[in-house]
C-alpha cells in the first residue's frame, strides 16, 4: 500500500500496490474522484469530467 | 419521410431490406438509411491481426475502443464493403442511391471526447486517444437537397469532429439525430431481434409497444447490450419531435412494412 495526498482536501489515501494509470479513485475525506497519471512515482490529479461512451 | 437504420450484426437480411426500400421508393416514399457494420468490422479487424476491443461505462453500456488502426478498420468496413454493397443492392433494385459518411460534406458533426470513463473489472479508467464523439449536427441541406433531386441517401458512420478528424459514433443515435434534424415522422430501428424483449433472448416475449413516459423504466428493466442504446436514441428521437420510433426485426421480408404495420416495439 502507498499512501498520496488528495489533491483537492489533502486528505490521505491509501493506495494497492496493483493501481493503473488512468484508474479513479475517490477521496474517501472529500469524495472527489481523483485520476491516478503515474504509478511509478505515484501521482493523481483531478479527474476530467467525461462523458460516457457511447460510439459504436 | 422515413429514417430507417439498419444494424451490423449477423443474420440481416440486407436484401429484404433493400427489396423493401426499393418497393417503398417506387411508392412514392422518401427514405434515408443509416447503416451499421459492426459484426463484419470485428471480422476485417481479426483478419488483419487488430482484434476489436469492447469497452463498458459506469452505466454499463458498451462500445468498441476505437484507437486510430481500429478507426481505419471500421473506414474501411463501414465507407466501403458495407456502404458500397447496400448501395448497389439498391442500384439492381432500379433505386438510385447515394452512399455517403457522415464525414462527406460534414454530414454529421460533434465533438470528439477527450477522454473517455470505462469500467475494467470492476476498476473505473479513464482512456484517452480514442476517435469517438457523438453527432451534434447534421447537414439537412445536403440531405434534402439529394432527395429533391431523386437519390436515395445511404449514409454510415464515421462522422467528423470540428478538427476535421474522424470520429466513431454511434449509429443508432447518429440516426436519431438525423430524424429529428429532417423533421421525420417515424423512425425505424432494424436490427436481429424482433424488438425489446422482456425476457431475452425469448423472443415470444416482445414488448409491442410503450409508452414514452415509460421508455425509461422499461430500458432499466429489459434492455440488454445494445437494446440499451436503441432505447436511448428512441428517447432523444422522441423527446425532440419525431412522433414514433419503432424496433424491428431485419432477418426476413419486408422488415420496414412490419415494422411500420406494428410489428415490433413501438415507442411513441
Not at chain 1, 32 to 52: D, M
Not at chain 2, 167 to 194: E, F, K
Not at chain 2, 200 to 220: R, V
Request: some cysteine; overall charge negative.
Amino acid at each position: 500500500m502507498t499512501t498520496v495526498i488528495c489533491v483537492e482536501c489533502d486528505g490521505e489515501l491509501e493506495m494497492t500496490d496493483d493501481v493503473l494509470v488512468g484508474e479513479i479513485v475517490e477521496c474517501p475525506d472529500c469524495g472527489v474522484e481523483l485520476e491516478v497519471t503515474s504509478v511509478s512515482p505515484l501521482t493523481i490529479e483531478l479527474a476530467p469530467e467525461v462523458e460516457e461512451d457511447w460510439g459504436e | 419521410m422515413l429514417i430507417v437504420k439498419v444494424g451490423g450484426s449477423l443474420g440481416i437480411d440486407y436484401d429484404a431490406v433493400c427489396d423493401d426500400m426499393a418497393a417503398l421508393v417506387k411508392a412514392g416514399e422518401q427514405l434515408v438509411l443509416i447503416h451499421g457494420g459492426s459484426a463484419q468490422t470485428n471480422a476485417v479487424a481479426e483478419a488483419l491481426g487488430h482484434p476489436p476491443q469492447f469497452v463498458t461505462s459506469p452505466s454499463g453500456y458498451t462500445s468498441r475502443l476505437t484507437d486510430r488502426r481500429t478507426l481505419e478498420i471500421f473506414q474501411m468496413v463501414y465507407c466501403g464493403q458495407m456502404n458500397k454493397g447496400i448501395v448497389e443492392r439498391l442500384q439492381q433494385r432500379g433505386v438510385n442511391a447515394l452512399g455517403l459518411s457522415g464525414m462527406d460534406g460534414r454530414l454529421w458533426q460533434g465533438p470528439r471526447k477527450q477522454a473517455i470513463k470505462v469500467v475494467e473489472n470492476g476498476r473505473t479508467r479513464i482512456l484517452r486517444d480514442t476517435y469517438t464523439g457523438i453527432v451534434e449536427t447534421v447537414n439537412t441541406n445536403l440531405i434534402t437537397s439529394l432527395l429533391t433531386s431523386g437519390y436515395t441517401p445511404v449514409l454510415t458512420p464515421p462522422a467528423l469532429s470540428a478538427a476535421g478528424e474522424a470520429i466513431n459514433v454511434d449509429g443508432d443515435r447518429a440516426a436519431a439525430a438525423t430524424a429529428v434534424a429532417l423533421h421525420a415522422d417515424t423512425l425505424i430501428i432494424l436490427s436481429n431481434v424482433p424488438g425489446v424483449l422482456q425476457t431475452f433472448p425469448d423472443e415470444a416475449s416482445l414488448i409491442p409497444a410503450i409508452q414514452l413516459n415509460d421508455l425509461e423504466t422499461m430500458a432499466e428493466a429489459y434492455a440488454h447490450g445494445r437494446m440499451r442504446i436503441k432505447l436511448l436514441a428512441a428517447s432523444e428521437a422522441l423527446h425532440a419531435g419525431v412522433r414514433r420510433v419503432i424496433i424491428g426485426d431485419a432477418r426476413s421480408q419486408r422488415p420496414i412494412r412490419r415494422a411500420l404495420e406494428g410489428q415490433g416495439t413501438t415507442i411513441a
